[in-house]
């Protein structure tokens, strides 16, 4: 049936009617469309693209290989479809040369290009070509670095600080999982040592705990926590290690676009008839001794909190719990005021050095706050020694 369904599929398209074939699917077919158009080869070529890929359109395949002398598939990665191709042919007792993956033609490696595309088209079928000349770009100057960050008002942010703060002095190990807050790595943050795969934030600061001295504080997602994180925190407890595992809650599986996990509250999308799982429940009945929910936006509350947790001898979990600043925007939540550096602010950036929010810029030598990226989260004040960040609001009446 689903054979059936491939054949018939309109995402299965053939174009041109050339006694060359092309054979693609994905992003490779618009490169292929482009090389067609720059080599003025339409007249010449037939293209087959792919867009239902499994199962393959065996008979589509045949017969349009019955029609072309020669071939090139064009597919990123592993030659599924070119081998696809041969085997198909030998089965109809064709004969014609089927090309793709070579040393002189596509890798499996990178992804792929136009300009690779058309280069390579030309030398299959013995066009002649001549790559364009590199742009001359010896008078533009440097682009300065920007490194990926936390968006502004990011809830992991605040998390992160805090497990600093919290853990100063100590000799820490942070590993870290799949999600936003691997970003987490970079300065001034630094709270991801090490990343192996999905879930593994839980299962292996097990053995980090066992294997050396020092402090285990890891993070995992809420939605990664349901997927591979909870066998871990079961072995943890099962093993009595020593260690702090901090759920970053932020309401939504962020990273891939805000689909929901089994924590999301689905009345919040206008979605009736689901359930929620509550992750202090499964973490309390899994049976870990020491369970803290924090609102990291609360930063003083939240360290405190995270320092009971670290010194706690055994498995402790802290769930930080606080939306996606993007998913609280996409559901259309009031927005709170942005802040503003007011003049009591002597400039020793702190809030910079420490958070780094791109909603800060530095204008004339002064620290400043972009209102149109604030989300209001209100850290930066907390973390002010001069108490010179101020809503919006407040600033205007200084
Ligand atoms: S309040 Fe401060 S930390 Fe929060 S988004 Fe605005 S500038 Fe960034
Ligand atoms: S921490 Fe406060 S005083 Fe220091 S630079 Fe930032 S806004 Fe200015």
Known sequence: ???????QSPLNIIEGRGRWGILCSGVSYNYVKDAVAELKMADQVTILRIGFSHPLPVGMIQN???????VLVVEEGEPY????AKTYAQEAVLTLPIRGKAQDLFSQLYEYDPAMVRK??????GLAYTPPAPVDLSDVPPVPQRPPTLCAGCSHRATFYEVRKATEGLDTVFPSDIGCYTLGLLPPLSTADYLLCMGSSTGTVGGFSKACDRKVVSFIGDSTFFHSGIPGLVNAVFNNHDLTLVILDNGTTAMTGHQPNPAVDMAQLKLEGYGRVSIESVVRAIGVPHVTVIKPYKVKKSIDAIKEAVAFKGVSVIISQELCALYASSLKLPRRKPFHVSDKCRNHRDCMDHLACPAFYVWEGRIKIDANLCTGCALCAQICPENAILPVKDAAKK
């Open 64 to 70: 349009f290989l019955k029609g072309c002398e020669k």
């Open 120 to 125: 390579h088209i030309a030398a299959c079928f």
């Open 81 to 84: 479809l070119e081998e696809s």
């Open 1 to 7: 049936k689903a054979r059936e369904l491939s054949e």
